[in-house]
Structure formats: structure tokens, C-alpha cells
């Protein structure tokens, strides 16, 4: 089983180790996307999570019993081909190299499975070819 998940940490719980627990105890994969820690000291984390079934559940109840709100990442970003202008600005920004400039024709491809829905992009776009979907 593998899923891409959105955590998050109450400031009483973000300097526990849930990722070695959930690596050591549960013997899941994990694949940092994107991390940060607020100023309030709330922790927020997409992650992909690999493993068995069972594990997996197992993880998540895991940490939802110690106050980690868990929950599968269902937005996604969409490049919308007719209205990019292949600037470039977007793949400057993007920081997993989900947009990249293709060489020699210097056209703008999106790579959907690499986005990290960390939305720099959606921001960063003058021609606003790139939208969120919930």
C-alpha cells in the first residue's frame, strides 16, 4: 500500500519521533515531501507512505492516538496546457521538479507524480495556467 498523506502536529507533540516510530514499530516507508513548523510551533508534513495494509492502518492509528491529524492528500495540481506561456517562472520555483523546461524546445512539461502540492507554482504563474483541485 502506498498513499500520499497530509500530517499534522499539535505544538504539544512535534518534537516526538513519529516518523523513526513509524519506520522502526510499523515498518513503513517514508517519503518526505514537504515539512514545516509554524511559529506557533505546529508541525505540518505531506509525506508518501509505503507498506502492508495492516501496517499501514496500524501507523496512522498510531499517530492519531497521540494527537496527529492524519489524512490522505485528495488535492492535487492541474497544469492547464492551453493557457501556459512557457515562461519558465513556475520551474524555477517548484521545488520537487515537477514542472520542468524541456531543451531545445523550451515548452514547460508537468510531471504530475513528482508535485507536492506545496501550490509556489500557482502563485508564481503570470498566465495562471496552474490550479488547484480539491
Same mark, same amino acid.
Given at each position: 500500500?502506498?498513499?500520499?498523506?497530509?500530517?499534522?502536529?499539535?505544538?504539544?507533540?512535534?518534537?516526538?519521533?513519529?516518523?523513526?516510530?513509524?519506520? #522502526?514499530?510499523?515498518?513503513?516507508? /517514508? @517519503?518526505?515531501? #514537504? !515539512?514545516?513548523? @509554524?511559529? *506557533?510551533?505546529? $508541525?505540518?508534513?505531506?509525506?508518501?507512505?509505503?507498506?502492508?495494509?495492516?501496517?499501514?492502518?496500524?501507523?496512522?492509528?498510531?499517530?492519531?492516538?497521540? $494527537?496527529?491529524?492524519?489524512?490522505?492528500?485528495?488535492?492535487? /495540481?492541474?497544469?492547464?496546457?492551453?493557457?501556459?506561456?512557457?515562461? $519558465?517562472?513556475?520551474?524555477?520555483?517548484?521545488?520537487? $521538479? !515537477?514542472?520542468?523546461?524541456?531543451?531545445?524546445?523550451?515548452? /514547460?512539461?508537468?510531471?504530475?507524480?513528482?508535485?507536492?502540492?506545496?501550490?509556489?507554482?500557482?502563485?508564481?504563474?503570470?498566465? *495562471?495556467?496552474?490550479?488547484?483541485?480539491?
Amino acid at each position: 500500500m502506498k498513499e500520499k498523506m497530509v500530517l499534522h502536529f499539535p505544538a504539544s507533540v512535534v518534537e516526538q519521533p513519529f516518523m523513526y516510530h513509524l519506520v #522502526k514499530d510499523f515498518n513503513l516507508m /517514508i @517519503n518526505i515531501l #514537504k !515539512a514545516n513548523i @509554524n511559529p *506557533r510551533k505546529e $508541525g505540518r508534513m505531506v509525506v508518501e507512505l509505503s507498506g502492508s495494509k495492516e501496517d499501514f492502518i496500524n501507523g496512522v492509528e498510531f499517530m492519531q492516538s497521540r $494527537g496527529v491529524k492524519a489524512f490522505p492528500l485528495e488535492q492535487e /495540481i492541474i497544469w492547464v496546457a492551453e493557457r501556459c506561456t512557457h515562461c $519558465g517562472a513556475c520551474t524555477v520555483i517548484c521545488p520537487s $521538479g !515537477a514542472l520542468v523546461l524541456e531543451r531545445p524546445s523550451m515548452e /514547460i512539461k508537468f510531471l504530475e507524480d513528482k508535485c507536492i502540492v506545496c501550490e509556489h507554482c500557482i502563485k508564481t504563474c503570470p498566465a *495562471r495556467a496552474m490550479e488547484a483541485s480539491y
